[in-house]
């Protein structure tokens, strides 16, 4: 973030407020718009995420068969 990148949270469809809140807290900290961005939903926005060009870096938790499906 401090170079420059953007942070996409993609979060369960379950849970996803305790992202929220974290997107509210770096508008209220002063990151500028869109910095911290927030996408809640099922597996094919996260596999979207995986393979989309522009996206150079994953980090997830979950279980060991996505970690190698990622």
Do not use: N
């Not at 910095?35 to 926005?45: F, W």
């Not at 393979?51 to 938790?61: E, M, R, S």
């Amino acid at each position: 973030m401090a170079t420059g990148c953007v942070s996409i949270l993609k979060t369960s469809e379950k849970t996803p407020l305790s992202a929220l809140r974290i997107a509210d807290l770096a508008r209220e900290a002063g990151f500028p718009p869109g910095v911290v961005q927030v996408l809640s939903g099922e597996k094919e926005i996260g596999a979207y995420l995986v393979k989309h060009p522009d996206v150079d870096k994953i980090a997830f938790t979950g279980s060991t068969a996505v970690g190698k499906w990622i």
